[in-house]
């Protein structure tokens, strides 16, 4: 299974340099394009997504991850907030509770 991340160039970069390629976008709805993207791809398992671009996408990212198999995982982005994740609320949108 391959890992991808989607970010900004800093976020991208970064892991670039550990062996993980990545899509640079920081807008929105390209971000979102290009994850759908990866995610109809079978051999995609993982894709890192910027939690800065993830704020205005939030609720089509869970449809998403309720669709496909690849797991979608927002991590911070360099400099960014720490963003507390309700996982519970997450997983009862996915699983439409």
């Known amino acids: 299974m391959k890992i991808f991340t989607v970010g900004s160039k800093s976020f991208v970069t970064s892991f670039q340099l550990a062996g993980v390629p990545g899509r640079i976008t920081e807008d929105p709805g390209k971000a979102l394009d290009e994850i759908k993207a990866l995610t109809d791809d079978p051999d995609v398992g993982l894709v890192l997504v910027s939690d800065d671009i993830t704020g205005s996408i939030g609720d089509e990212l869970t449809r998403l991850r309720a669709q496909r198999s690849a797991l979608v995982f927002a991590l ?22």
């Open 76 to 97: 911070p982005a360099a400099g960014g907030k720490k963003v507390d994740v309700d996982y519970r609320a997450m997983l009862k949108k996915i699983l439409g509770v």
